[in-house]
Each structure stands twice: as structure tokens, then as C-alpha cells.
């Protein structure tokens, strides 16, 4: 079956480290991969996806490339904000558009 | 074009209660998927619905859980007589079409407390 797995979490950064999120996923076919982020009270936000094998999706300075013969899609950002405190959960999408989520992945980003 | 509009955004029952969850989509938006986020879990996928159709309710409890999606007036996540096992983050998102390619918008959820 599908099925995601992240890097368990919380990770904690000073400001301006640099971020991996680890994120592998299982599945047949060619799914379509996101990372989405989850701010305190709040529901989710696409952060990026990648629908296709090594595509780079990028935005905010976060980028995950689609990795097919690892069937990874981590989460990168090269200098991370007090801001980018959040939870960040990795999900693929293979038949109908029902997303598959990782456990998610708490960051926490100390000044 | 407003997001993904869910209410109530927080929401008491108890025991044996009815609880009725809303979700109206974004403009132009005919497919609605339901997530469940318990305490300390991931989100979980409950159900897949297009207009007055429900596609996939492969995620969903057997017993005193339905979903509806009409074609006038937003879906309805109706859970009957309710358990503390069903305190948890309720999010609908929607999507222009339903297939694999394209993001979902989320809701900002309901939560939902069983006393």
C-alpha cells in the first residue's frame, strides 16, 4: 500500500542553520509528493509539491526534489527564521487525489 | 475568492451527542476530502466526496460516521452519539479536480471536544 514516513521530531534550530526534514514514501505507481506546513491553531498550507520523478519543488526558500530511486522527498531550506516554527508534514497522492500523510515533523527555531 | 470555510471552528458535545461538522469550498471547487487529526497522530484521509457523490470512504469508521456533499450548500461531516475517542482536529479541503496531481486547500478545522 501507500504510505509515508518522516523524520521524527521535534527538531531544534538556531536561526539561520540549516534544515533537513527526512521524508521517504512508499508506493506503486507514480505518485505526486507535497510537503505541506501546519502552523499553530491553523489548518494546512502547501509549502511545495513535485509531481513527477526529479523535479525540484521550491518556495520560501524551502526545496525537496523528487528522488525516484530512493522514493525520498526531503525538505531542505538553507537559513530558517523564527518564523519557519511550525509543523511540516510530507503526503503523496496516488489515485483520486486522497493525500497519504507522514506523522508530521515539529521545527522549532530558537532566535 | 475566500479559502475553504469551515464551521464551527470549535465545537463541545458530550457523550452520546450528535455533532454536525461544516465545510464549504473554495469558488469553482467540486471535490471535498475530510482528514481526521487525533491527538499526537498524523492526519488520517476519512472520505472523498463530489457533488451529491461520495467517491472514497475508505478512511472512515464503519459505525456512527457519514459524510454528504449536496448539490446546494456545503458538505457535512455528521458524527452520532460521539465518544471521548472522537476529541480530535477535523479538516476538509478542497480541490478543482480529483486526481493526484493537484494540491488541496484546507479548511482551518473544527475542533471537536468530547466531555
Not at chain 1, 489548518?43 to 509531481?51: C, M, N, P, S, V
Not at chain 1, 526531503?74 to 500523510?101: M, P, R, T, W
Not at chain 2, 472512515?60 to 454528504?68: I, T
Request: proline share 5%.
Amino acid at each position: 500500500g501507500n504510505s509515508v514516513t518522516q523524520m521524527e521530531g521535534p527538531v531544534t534550530l538556531s536561526e539561520e542553520a540549516f534544515l533537513t526534514i527526512n521524508c521517504t514514501y512508499t508506493a506503486t505507481g507514480y505518485p505526486s509528493l507535497f510537503w505541506y506546513v501546519q502552523y499553530p491553531g491553523e489548518g494546512l498550507q502547501l509549502l511545495l509539491k513535485a509531481t513527477k520523478a526529479d523535479d525540484k519543488g521550491s518556495n520560501k526558500g524551502f526545496e525537496a526534489t523528487y528522488r525516484k530511486e530512493t522514493t525520498s522527498f526531503h525538505l531542505e531550506k538553507g537559513s530558517v527564521q523564527v518564523s519557519d516554527s511550525a509543523v511540516y508534514f510530507c503526503a503523496l497522492s496516488n489515485q483520486g487525489g486522497k493525500l497519504i500523510f507522514g506523522q508530521g515533523t515539529e521545527l522549532s527555531v530558537k532566535p | 475568492n475566500a479559502g475553504v470555510m469551515q464551521n464551527p471552528r470549535h465545537l463541545v458535545r458530550r457523550r452520546g451527542q450528535e455533532a454536525r461538522l461544516r465545510c464549504s469550498p473554495m469558488k469553482g471547487h467540486s471535490h471535498v476530502y475530510w482528514y481526521r487529526q487525533l491527538p499526537e497522530e498524523g492526519l488520517k484521509f476519512m472520505v472523498y466526496l463530489q457533488k451529491e457523490n461520495i467517491i472514497d470512504e475508505s478512511g472512515m469508521p464503519k459505525e456512527r460516521f457519514s459524510a454528504e456533499f449536496p448539490k446546494e450548500g456545503p458538505s457535512i461531516l455528521r458524527i452520532q452519539q460521539v465518544v471521548r475517542g472522537d476529541s480530535a482536529a477535523y479538516f476538509c479541503a478542497s480541490s478543482p479536480y480529483g486526481t493526484s496531481a493537484y494540491e488541496q486547500y484546507f479548511g482551518p478545522g473544527t475542533r471537536l471536544t468530547v466531555t
